[in-house]
């Protein structure tokens, strides 16, 4: 528990550092907002950031919602089984995340 809230604390600031960053790098890469969904990169781009959205989202409710909970309550096993499996689908749509991203990184070269 202790690791999760200490880790929440720096993936917040981590977080609004590569909103800011794709956000250029974007900007940078796209001739126009519709190569967004015209061209494959565009595509793979919606696509990530969808996938981003969801992992930005299971934090956000690791944050406000079960972090709490297990303070309030840290010998409930089945919050802690709920925040293993929350952590877990965390972890693995960020995986994802980043194979997509080495994908748009070569194909941007």
């Known amino acids: 528990l202790g690791l999760v809230v200490r880790f929440s604390s720096v993936a917040s600031v981590a977080l609004a550092a590569v909103v800011v960053a794709g956000v250029v790098m974007a900007i940078a890469v796209l001739d126009s907002p519709g190569e967004l969904t ?18 930005i989202a299971a934090g956000a409710y690791n944050h406000f919602r079960l972090i709490p909970a297990l303070e309030q309550r840290p010998e409930a096993v089945a919050l802690h089984d709920h925040a293993r499996s929350t952590v877990t689908a965390e972890a693995i749509i960020l995986g994802f995340v980043v194979v997509v991203t080495a994908w748009l990184v070569a194909a941007a070269s």
């Open 38 to 55: 015209s061209t494959p990169w565009g595509q793979m781009l919606l696509l990530k950031t969808a996938a981003a959205t969801i992992a």
